[in-house]
T-cell receptor, first 112, second 115 residues
């Protein structure tokens, strides 16, 4: 029962263009969402988060959008840079429930 | 430097031979957790701990044990490893103390192969 789904295992984008990574969830109780980035041979690192009281959160080149009615969130990276090539995990949580539920991950490749 | 340290980073073992993967954090975090990463399944939580002597099962606890005798350490124990426990394991910690998931800090991972 995959409560958080990233349906695209991989994505390839030209340097300088926009990268859009998508994530869907099934549990309407989730109220806090995060994105993590993972390079090979390293642990995931926190990238950006959003609470369900917002529909958008920006941090530099990274913006996360939340559509609660569609149970969908997306991560936009503009402009994409070669250093953005990594695996991106979305995660969801119920605040106070002490656990994050992760998606399967999307491997983003930025081509020069 | 703030970090979560796991050991060993790589291990090949045989079925039934008990092993322990250690995890230590130097950030005085209350919350610690173990995840395994498998292709197509993402990160799945094995066990978590909200504080010393407080542990609870995650989504895939079968075949694993943990202990939290000190705040900084959270070892993962495989009493009798089996091939289906071949995976990439991550330890993580968080300041939030379990009240909210907060931002998890991950170790670099331990790749375990059970033959």
């Amino acid at each position: 029962d995959q409560q958080v789904k990233q349906n695209s295992p991989s994505l390839s984008v030209q340097e300088g263009r926009i990268s859009i990574l998508n994530c869907d969830y099934t549990n309407s109780m989730f109220d806090y969402f995060l994105w993590y980035k993972k390079y090979p041979a390293e642990g995931p690192t926190f990238l950006i988060s959003i609470s369900s009281i917002k529909d958008k959160n920006e941090d530099g080149r990274f913006t996360v959008f939340l559509n609660k009615s569609a149970k969908h969130l997306s991560l936009h990276i503009v402009p994409s840079q070669p250093g953005d090539s990594a695996v991106y995990f979305c995660a969801a949580a119920i605040q106070g429930a002490q656990k994050l539920v992760f998606g399967q991950g999307t491997r983003l490749t930025i081509n020069p | 430097e703030a970090q979560v340290t796991q050991n060993p980073r790589y291990l090949i073992t045989v079925t039934g031979k008990k092993l322990t993967v250690t995890c230590s954090q130097n950030m005085n975090h209350e919350y610690m957790s173990w995840y395994r990463q498998d292709p197509g399944l993402g990160l799945r939580q094995i066990y978590y701990s909200m504080n010393v002597e407080v542990t609870d099962k995650g989504d895939v606890p079968e075949g694993y044990k943990v202990s939290r005798k000190e705040k900084r350490n959270f070892p993962l124990i495989l009493e009798s490893p089996s091939p289906n426990q071949t995976s990439l394991y991550f330890c993580a910690s968080s300041l939030s103390g379990g009240r909210d998931p907060g931002e998890l800090f991950f170790g670099e991972g331990s790749r375990l192969t059970v033959l």
